[in-house]
T-cell receptor, first 111, second 114 residues
Framework: SQQGEEDPQALSIQEGENATMNCSYK?????LQWYRQNSGRGLVHLIL?????REKHSGRLRVTLDTSKKSSSLLITASRAADTASYFC???????????FGKGTRLHILP | NAGVTQTPKFQVLKTGQSMTLQCAQD?????MSWYRQDPGMGLRLIHY???????DQGEVPNGYNVSRSTTEDFPLRLLSAAPSQTSVYFC?????????????FGPGTRLTVL
């Protein structure tokens, strides 16, 4: 079974609005990562948050991690058309170093 | 640096045929992995390796073999292709530095099994 589960599965917002995606996972982790995938392309790493961190920023991205709830959120502020993509969370499991992906959130930015 | 390269980009096989998907990286990364991506399923881990000579199974290893004879190369072998293996396959690599392992992905191989 997959370690991470993103929520929602799909999200459509107006350009300029903020987009929030959530990820829940099942077992203890070393870190949690977020990736973006544009249609038909490979995955691009966005941000990594370690298990002992609670919040991290990178440009318009803000990631939070709550290890007690086994959940993370990705916030994209001031969305742009170019942010239209699928977003995946990936967890590096503590017990065996496996990096497991969720099913992703499809984000569509409306002009 | 070329990063992570995969060949071929596209492949069509008949049921029962075997083939090898190639993956190479030039970043001296210890950790390499293979994923398959199917619609609505995200990426599922097939096999991974934490260094040359060491491989382990992921979430969906059946029907696939891997080996890691060098740090650079991590080929994925389909032993007897089945239509259920129609998918897009991604290879990835990362440094194995404990709790820091951003993955770099190849462009993918789109495989169709008839």
């Amino acid at each position: 079974s997959q370690q991470g589960e993103e929520d929602p599965q799909a999200l459509s917002i107006q350009e300029g609005e903020n987009a929030t995606m959530n990820c829940s996972y099942k077992t203890s982790i070393n870190n949690l990562q977020w990736y973006r995938q544009n249609s038909g392309r490979g995955l691009v790493h966005l941000i990594l948050i370690r298990s002992n961190e609670r919040e991290k920023h990178s440009g318009r991205l803000r990631v939070t991690l709550d290890t007690s709830k086994k959940s993370s959120s990705l916030l994209i502020t001031a969305s742009r058309a170019a942010d239209t993509a699928s977003y995946f969370c990936a967890t590096a499991r503590l017990r065996d170093d496996k990096i497991i992906f969720g099913k992703g959130t499809r984000l569509h930015i409306l002009p | 640096n070329a990063g992570v390269t995969q060949t071929p980009k596209f492949q069509v096989l008949k049921t029962g045929q075997s083939m090898t998907l190639q993956c190479a990286q030039d970043m001296n990364h210890e950790y390499m992995s293979w994923y398959r991506q199917d619609p609505g399923m995200g990426l599922r881990l097939i096999h991974y390796s934490v260094g040359a000579g060491i491989t382990d199974q992921g979430e969906v290893p059946n029907g696939y073999n891997v080996s890691r004879s060098t740090t650079e190369d991590f080929p994925l072998r389909l032993l007897s292709a089945a239509p259920s293996q129609t998918s897009v396959y991604f290879c990835a690599s990362s440094e194995d530095r404990g709790d820091y392992n951003e993955q770099f992905f190849g462009p993918g191989t789109r495989l169709t099994v008839l």
